[in-house]
């Protein structure tokens, strides 16, 4: 899996690591399916929420997921929709 790079601050990225535990729960529910809404939260800034859901972004599309990631506070949208087999 690609490693996500953060900027933390001007001229400084940092690559995304030491996250493995969450990643996993993501690997869970790309096994077992999931059907509800997850919440995200902690800390209003710099606990690496955003990073997560950046890098989890990156997980799924490993597993051949079609992926739209919509970030409303940062009016940012990442989407890869994939026509194979078209």
Known sequence: MRRIRLNLAP??????????SALRH?????DRGMRLVEVVYGPPEG?????WLLQSVELLKDYGFDV?????????ILAEIGT???
């Open 84 to 86: 194979t087999g078209l």
């Open 26 to 30: 993501v690997e869970e529910w790309i």
């Open 11 to 20: 001229n400084l990225q940092v690559e995304f690591t030491d996250r493995e």
């Open 68 to 76: 739209i990631y919509v970030n409303p506070i940062d009016k940012e």
């Open 47 to 51: 606990c690496g929420k955003t990073a």
